[in-house]
């Protein structure tokens, strides 16, 4: 997979979408929404397509909810969506794109630390032809103890997934409408869109944006999620490349086990041939040849479950459902017709 192209800054002539999505994940960012909803009805002044704001409220307990709920009644740009209980990020983004109406969609988080007078900018390099544009904070301003294990993450994703980008885990990220209806997301993936997209032939690629001090709150994010991190980047490697053929990758393996054990077998029957021709002298003794084969029948045992466990994912991708990895416990007065 080759590395992101470098995105058109301009927008020329009039934009492929008409309209524009905003989907700005909330837990417990009471204090920063009203700044952040003025930063945006500033910025969509200067755009030349309508835009919605959808704000998620992901089990926030802070009273976020009704800062959402006042906006929504004042301003009849904003959507809010309000969970039952923190599902995490990707599930709010999962919510937020099934909402979303506009041909092109953006993402930021609601600390303020993702400056909304970028959007115009994103929204230009999706009218250039990239299907999605991930920010790139080059110049952070975050403690070392983040930086530093953030740059260790993003090469190893890069170098796993075959998708370069300098901030996978940037939340500022530009979509066309097109990725967002049809990437999947769930545990932690969020992390992972660039990637899933890539995956499925759509274009990636970055733009270097202003990252802003916290002004409010604190990071929810700890050494732990990088732990989270190495596992869903393994998912996402098995998901982008065996996903829809899971028994190429358990088949495969299965040859191992199961090959070593049938030439295991083999081996010892010749044993026993030349052990009754020639006398107890020759070959694997009588305990050595009960040890052997036990364990050649163990190799073929799992080489057969991992065939077996092949067929049934092939059967489970076949007919698995998509249920959303989130409950909603309640919308905002103002939501229009289908909202998802």
Not at 24 to 37: A, Q
Not at 177 to 195: K, Q
Not at 250 to 279: E, M, S
Request: charged share 20%; net charge positive.
């Amino acid at each position: 997979m080759p590395d992101p192209a470098p995105p058109t800054h301009a927008m020329e002539g009039p934009p492929p979408f008409d309209h524009v999505s905003l989907v700005i994940p909330v837990f417990n960012e009471r204090d920063s929404l009203g700044p952040l909803h003025a930063e945006i009805s500033e910025v969509a002044k200067t755009l030349p397509m309508p835009v919605e704001m959808i704000f998620v409220d992901d089990g926030s307990n802070d009273g976020s909810w009704d800062v959402v709920s006042k906006l929504a009644a004042t301003d009849g740009r904003v959507k809010g969506v309000r969970f039952r209980r923190n599902f995490g990020k990707a599930a709010a983004l999962a919510a937020g794109f099934r909402s979303a109406r506009g041909g092109a969609v953006v993402t930021l988080d609601a600390d303020l630390q993702d400056d909304p007078h970028e959007i115009p900018r994103f929204l230009a390099a999706i009218a250039g032809g990239q299907d999605v544009v991930s920010g790139w904070k080059k110049v952070r301003h975050d403690p070392w103890h983040k930086v530093f294990p953030s740059r260790v993450f993003n090469a190893l994703v890069g170098k796993v997934t075959g998708v370069h980008l300098h901030d996978h885990n940037c939340g500022m990220k530009g979509y066309r409408g097109a990725v967002t209806r049809e990437v999947r997301l769930y545990g932690e993936l969020h992390r992972f869109i660039p990637t899933l997209a890539a995956a499925k032939g759509f274009t990636v690629g970055e733009l270097v944006i202003k990252h802003r001090a916290r002004k409010f709150g604190h990071s929810k994010y700890g050494w732990q999620r990088f732990a989270k991190g190495f596992f869903d980047l393994i998912t996402v490697r098995l998901l982008t490349k065996y996903g829809s053929r899971p028994q190429h990758l358990l088949g495969n393996l299965a040859l191992v086990p199961a090959g070593l054990g049938t030439l295991g077998l083999f081996a010892l029957a010749l044993n026993a041939i030349a052990r009754a021709v020639w006398g107890a002298t020759v070959g694997v003794d009588p305990l050595g040849q009960i040890v052997g084969v036990l364990f050649a029948v163990g190799l073929l045992l799992l080489g057969s479950q991992l065939f077996l466990t092949g067929l049934l994912a092939e059967v489970v991708v076949d007919r698995a459902g998509e249920r959303e990895p989130y409950s909603v416990s309640e919308r905002t007065p103002a939501w229009e017709a289908d909202p998802g």
